[in-house]
Nanobody, 118 residues
């Protein structure tokens, strides 16, 4: 079983930066692709970024490319989402997600809210 705990959300002004953290625990974490999703009020949940525990492969949604960066700290089993130049439309609940690469299994964190104001 994999458990994910997000932190770092809050109220922030447009143009500023914020870093989210996702602490992962459980067995066989290396089998999982880690990702961030977000869900804005009244909208569907959407993909933000993804990374593996090994290697350099990472992906970012077009809407956040150049502003958000996903990274990881293997020693701490933690995945980060550095969010720079935040915009009003980045306001959402942000969720950490883990998808097993080999079997049909996935896990979600409880979410952390990011509110961007003028």
């Amino acid at each position: 079983q994999v458990q994910l705990v997000e932190s770092g959300g809050g109220l922030i002004q447009a143009g500023e930066s914020l870093r989210l953290s996702c602490a992962a625990s459980g067995r066989t974490l290396s089998a999982y692709v880690m990702a961030w999703f977000r869900q804005a009020p009244g909208k569907e949940r959407e993909f933000v970024a993804a990374i593996r525990w090994r290697g350099e492969s990472m992906q970012h949604a077009d809407s956040v490319k150049g502003r958000f960066t996903i990274s990881r700290d293997n020693a701490r089993n933690t995945v980060f989402l550095q969010m720079d130049s935040l915009k009003l439309e980045d306001t959402a609940d942000y969720y950490c997600h883990a998808r097993n690469r080999y079997i049909n299994r996935e896990h979600w964190g409880q979410g952390t809210r990011v509110t961007v104001s003028t």
